[in-house]
């Protein structure tokens, strides 16, 4: 199964389009776990298990398992999800972007090392350094497009004098990922929640590729308008949230606390497709 029929997949069994993203911060675990780097594998592993039935798909953020170096522990969480939820998309947030030899290293280190299903890129350096990630039969792989940070416009907001039509950077990389850059139909989209006018014009731009949404939650994005502005029955969507529902409580009953935050969120989501 390529990585779009697993998220059709997905979206259809669990009826859903939220992605629970895993940003382990040991200084925010609850109760017993906190402060312990050791309990990454372990926190990630319960809050996997509370939401699995929930989720389009998970999203590890790699920097909160390296900055520990718990790598290890990121490749075991990998192997428990692919146990526990074999029917949910991985999608590895490494935001990726080199010249295309270190780009085969990183895409073996998504796809070999951890198995992931999909990595998010930022497309800065141009074509040649994502066509490694295309060689990877199946496999997805998001470009950065508008960010859900408010810097995300220092530069994706700036007009390309020199390209037909003089479009704002981000909507020329909408453009590329549904056209000539999306050679195998492996392209998706970044693009904030943050932003829901802006989702609204990628997809216009792009009407067929998947979009990762982050920012519904910690960063205060509207779900429901996310939804009106990106999803389609055809084209899917995958609205991320972190640190809400990981950090949902602070108390042992987190993994409890994180599938009700989990299920209000995917609910929410679900009601506003209409
Ligand atoms: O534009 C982007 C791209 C990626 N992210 C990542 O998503 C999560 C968001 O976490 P929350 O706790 O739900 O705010 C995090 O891993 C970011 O690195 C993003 O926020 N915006």
Request: glycine share 10%.
């Amino acid at each position: 199964m390529t990585f779009i029929e697993q998220l059709r997949a997905a979206e259809r069994q669990n009826r859903s389009l939220l992605c629970v993203g895993l940003d382990p911060e040991p200084t925010r675990f609850p109760g017993r776990l906190k402060g312990d780097a050791n309990k990454i594998y372990d926190f990630c592993a319960r809050i996997v298990d509370a939401t699995a039935d929930l989720v389009i798909a998970f999203k590890p953020q790699i920097a909160y398992f390296a900055s520990h170096r718990a790598e290890g522990q990121l490749e075991r969480l990998m192997e428990h999800i692919r146990r526990v939820a074999p029917q949910v998309p991985i999608i590895l947030d490494a935001k990726r972007g080199d010249i295309g030899s270190t780009a085969e290293q990183y895409a073996l280190e998504a796809f070999e090392r951890y198995g992931a299903d999909a990595v998010t890129l930022s497309p800065f350096m141009g074509f040649d350094s994502v066509a490694p990630y295309l060689k990877h039969e199946g496999k997805g792989a998001f470009l950065l497009c508008r960010t859900s940070n408010p810097g995300g416009a220092d530069l994706q907001g700036q007009r390309l004098a020199s390209v037909e039509g003089e479009p704002l950077l981000y909507e020329h990389v909408a453009r590329l990922a549904q056209g000539p850059w999306n050679l195998n139909g492996q392209l998706g989209l970044v693009v904030g929640a943050t932003y829901p006018a802006e989702i609204e014009r990628v997809r216009a731009l792009a009407p067929t590729v998947p979009l990762l949404i982050p920012g519904v939650g910690a960063q205060g994005g509207d779900a429901v308008a996310t939804v009106r502005a990106g999803w389609r029955e055809d084209a899917p969507i995958v609205v991320n949230s972190s640190r809400a529902i990981c950090y949902a409580s602070d108390g042992d009953d987190f993994a409890e606390a994180a599938r009700r935050e989990a299920t209000r969120t995917r609910d929410g989501l679900e009601a506003a497709k209409g």
